[in-house]
């Protein structure tokens, strides 16, 4: 590690642009305990495209809303301000990073893998009867820290190898070191920046290594098994093992004991269900993403 990589990547993390007004808008209607459904609409309808974003995911199989969401002030009450929050920020984060020119391949299996987690971490979050869109945001940009780092040493971080790939020990050292941080750690100070809500940052700036989490482990821990599992949906060659058990077993030898730890409910055949569960979601709710890009 060297002082001017650390300096680099501090300028760098402070030159994104702001989050745009709307999500800054509903961050702070969000925050403050008096404010009113009339409040976050005011905060939204002058985004009409936020606007047409969130009645269409609010309408998509994701939410799976017995009867259709037709208005903002509709979607506000269904929905509840905290998932509100978490579509709008998503799209903000989303709509920053997207832009990003070349390496196509390997950009669109960053973001293959980043729906995914996004999806199964949602999976996870709704057998828990916890916010899944919130879970499902946190899957969405756990690694946006990885495209912080390229943005910023476009020579030295090289897509094939990080972008995509299931980050070892070694490379997580590795990164440490030639970086001054970690991709975890870079997402975390963004996002700071950007005054996200504090649970949210912590389960990403730790999903890696929850059992290290200062505050609530169980939201980092949801996304850490769910960016695992993820890798097992997706990379064919997952260390050889042939059900979810087995490699979640390999990844997380104690898995059991930190999911109790952390307050969790534990089930032998929970892993199973939800890598079913996501396998049957995921063709439904690819349309997911084409909102978010849209
Ligand atoms: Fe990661
Ligand atoms: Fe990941």
Redesign the pocket.
């Known amino acids: 590690m060297s002082c001017t990589t650390l300096t680099a990547i501090s300028r760098s993390i402070d030159s994104f642009p702001a989050l745009p007004s709307t999500a800054s808008k509903v961050l702070k209607v969000t925050n403050d305990p008096e404010s009113s459904a009339r409040d976050m609409m005011e905060a939204i309808l002058p985004d009409q495209a936020m606007c047409v974003a969130i009645l269409k995911v609010a309408n998509s199989a994701f939410f799976g809303q017995p009867r259709e969401v037709s208005s903002l002030e509709k979607a506000v009450m269904v929905l509840g301000f905290n998932e509100i929050q978490s579509i709008v920020l998503g799209k903000a984060v989303f709509d920053i990073f997207r832009h990003i020119s070349g390496f196509k391949e390997d950009m669109d299996r960053f973001w293959n893998?980043?729906f995914n987690?996004g999806l199964t971490a949602k999976v996870i979050a709704q057998s828990l009867y916890l916010p899944q869109g919130s879970f499902f945001i946190g899957g969405l940009i756990?690694?946006i820290g990885?495209l912080a780092l390229f943005m910023t040493f476009p020579n030295d971080y090289p897509p094939p190898l990080w972008l995509a790939t299931?980050?070892t020990p070694l490379m997580e050292k590795n990164e440490r070191m030639v970086f001054a941080l970690n991709h975890e750690q870079v997402a975390g100070r963004l996002l700071k920046r950007w005054f996200f809500p504090s649970p949210l940052i912590q389960a990403i700036e730790f999903?890696h290594a929850p059992e290290m989490s200062p505050g609530i482990t169980a939201h980092a821990l949801i996304l850490s098994v769910a960016?695992s599992m993820?890798?097992f949906r997706t990379c064919a060659s997952s260390m050889d093992a042939a059900t979810i058990d087995q490699y979640m077993a390999k990844i997380y030898p104690d898995l059991q004991s930190i999911w109790l730890s952390a307050g969790l409910p534990w089930m032998d055949d929970m892993l199973h269900n939800w890598h079913e569960q996501v396998n049957r979601e995921h063709h439904t709710n690819g349309i997911l993403m084409n909102l978010f890009s849209s």
């Open positions: 893998h980043s987690c756990h690694d990885k299931f980050p999903h960016d993820t890798y």
